[in-house]
């Protein structure tokens, strides 16, 4: 069965960072492309990050994703958190056909 478990979140003040692992299991992770999402309170998920199968192409915003094929794994780099990062981190592929996982928590104060 396919899923993923994400995991690195946290509180973290203003400014600082965060890495954000994410380990699939059950798909053909070395074809896929995988991506980051998140849903803050209130709000709808939304795509935050994606890469492509063999990291040739990566669409990003503030935040840098890669990837690591042989362990199966993705991971997003959150550098110069603002509080309006603050939500819950989801992985999948893109577009999102796993089974959400319950993501991890990232709360950044102000």
């Known amino acids: 069965q396919a899923q993923v478990l994400e995991s690195g979140g946290g509180l973290v003040q203003a400014g600082g960072s965060l890495r954000l692992s994410c380990a699939a299991s059950?798909?053909?992770?070395?074809?896929?492309?995988m991506a980051w999402y998140r849903q803050a309170p209130g709000k709808e998920r939304e795509l935050v990050a994606g890469?492509?199968?063999r990291a040739s192409t990566k669409y990003q915003g503030r935040f840098t994703i890669s990837r690591d094929n042989a362990k199966k794994t993705v991971y997003l780099q959150m550098n110069s958190l603002k509080p309006e990062d603050t939500a819950v981190y989801y992985c999948?592929?893109?577009?999102?056909?796993?089974?959400w996982g319950q993501g991890t928590q990232v709360t950044v104060s102000s």
């Open positions: 890469i492509s199968s």
């Open positions: 059950g798909i053909t992770f070395s074809i896929e492309t």
């Open positions: 999948n592929t893109d577009p999102a056909s796993i089974n």
